[in-house]
Each structure stands twice: as C-alpha cells, then as structure tokens.
C-alpha cells in the first residue's frame, strides 16, 4: 500500500493523489488516501467527487467535535493516529517528507509501503500516466442546469479560462507573503498573447473575489465573469475551466489542474514566471514545457 497524506485545497490533493497513484500502478500496489488533516483544516476533502482510485485511511475522532474539544486535544488524537499509519507500514519505513520543490527523481524509486508527505507540484511525477489521472480526475455526477449552460457557452467558442486567485492569498498575511498575487498588468498581458496567437478570443473568468475581477480586469475582449458556484463546489468551476480550449492561470494550484485537465492538443496556456514571492525558491519544473510563463 502507498499512503498519500493529503492537506490543501483542491488543487493541492490533486497533485498528492497523482503521485500516490503514479507509485501504486508502479508498485502493483493500492493507493490509500490519509484525509485527518482536514479534521482541523480550513480546506475541505474534494476527491470524493472524482472518479479515483484510493481508499480512505481510517482515522480516530474524537467522541464529540464541538467546541468544547480543546484544539490541543484534536491535535494530540491526530499524532496519536500519525503514530499509528508510521508504526504500521512495512519494514519499518518512516513518512517519506517532500525535500525541496522541484521535481525529485529519488521519490519514483519509492517501493509500496511508502507514506508520502508533500505538495508534489511537477507534472514529472505523473506525466507517463496522464491519461489515467485525466480519466480518474473526472467529476462522477453530470451537470446542473446552470453549469450545463455555461457549459455550452464555452464550447461553442474559442474560449479563454482566467483564473485570479486572490483569497486567503490577501486576506491571511502568512499566505501573501509567501504566495502574494498576480497584478493585473500580467492578465492583460496575458490576455493580449493569447489573442496574438488565437482568433476571436472569448474569455471566462473564474475568482474566489469575481467582485473584485469585474472592477479591475478590464479586458478588451468578450468576458463571462462565471459566478454561478460558490465555494463549496469549487470542483464546478474547476470542471468549467478544463473544457476551455485556452488557459491564462494564476500562481495557483486549482487553475493549474483547471488548464492541465483540458484535453484540447492544440491549447495555449499562460502562467506566471513568479510563482512565489521568495526568489531562492526553484519553481522551474512547476509547468508542462510547452506552456508559456510571462
């Protein structure tokens, strides 16, 4: 068994599944999915929604989660079952922990019985088995009405998905420090690249903040600013994205699976050459080669 710890939002559990499956068809193995950090997490487990191949970690819970549980308490019963999934892989193997961000060729070599701790953002680790992620990251249930609609919207043009990540990227000081945002001098430069290259551009735009895009975007081209799922089916709006034939993404995970998932060949996709705001960080191997990094 490999076992993929999983932490982050959507985009985040995507690329920690790719890995732990890329290891489990390696190794003639099963993928489990260890979910207790989202006990005490901000961000909510979203696979269930996929078509995957994993099952779920059991995990211990404490007798009633309410308020009056001590956060101090949640987090010793989350070591306690930590202790537990370590002390029971085989040969006594410990948690194998992300050693730095760009792509490691080391964890392929993994062996079953690993226990995968990381963030894994590099198609490398995944790349030969992209059509079975692309299969298995398919959404189980068909479309809303409203979705569906929109849905035909962006096929019947030669749509544009723009992603503005802005949330706990501005809100939470941590977060902006070390993600900081995009500036919209990079969508509109964005913007511009893709309609040098592609004729009649119609962009869809996809915000955790869509107030904020609409007030400051100012695109020259057809714009849909697409408001019709809210936070809690964020895998709708990811969904959407990927059916666009283009892609402008911000430095952020969710656009990334948005753009990646697309199965048009002929796709151009723009990202950020800054991907973070520390400069000694080696963001190289973050996108595909053939996308464009402005």
């Not at 070591?79 to 999934?85: L, S």
Request: hydrophobic share 35%.
């Amino acid at each position: 068994m490999i076992i993929s710890h999983l932490k982050g939002g959507l985009g985040n559990q995507m690329f920690q599944y790719a890995l732990g499956r890329k290891l489990a068809i390696t190794n003639g193995t099963r993928l489990s999915l260890d979910i207790s950090s989202y006990q005490v997490s901000a961000h909510r487990y979203r696979l269930d929604h996929y078509n995957i191949a994993a099952d779920i970690v059991p995990i211990s819970k404490p007798k009633k989660a309410d308020q009056s549980v001590p956060k101090s308490f949640v987090g010793r019963a989350l070591r306690r079952v930590e202790r537990k999934i370590v002390s029971s892989l085989p040969n006594g193997k410990k948690v194998v922990t992300e050693r730095h961000y760009n792509f490691d060729p080391e964890i392929l070599c993994l062996r079953d019985g690993a226990r995968l701790d990381g963030y894994w953002q590099s198609e490398r680790y995944f790349a030969d088995i992209a059509d079975v992620i692309r299969k298995e990251l398919t959404i189980k249930h068909s479309f809303d009405p409203a979705n569906q609609k929109m849905a035909q919207a962006i096929r019947g043009c030669e749509s544009v998905s723009l992603h503005i990540r802005r949330g706990d990227y501005v809100t939470d000081p941590n977060c902006n420090k070390h993600h900081g945002t995009c500036p919209i001098s990079y969508y509109q430069a964005a913007a511009r690249e893709i309609a040098s290259v592609v004729d009649n551009p119609c962009f869809f735009v996809f915000s955790d903040d869509l107030e904020w895009a609409r007030h400051n975007l100012e695109l020259t081209f057809p714009t849909t600013y697409v408001g019709i799922n809210g936070s809690d089916k964020d895998y709708e709006d990811m969904r959407l994205m990927s059916l666009c034939r283009h892609h402008v993404i911000a430095n952020s995970t969710f656009s990334w699976w948005g753009a990646w998932l697309c199965d048009n060949t002929d796709k151009v996709v723009i990202a950020p050459k800054k991907w973070f705001n520390n400069p000694d960080l080696n963001t190289d191997d973050v996108t595909p080669q053939s996308w464009w990094r402005i």
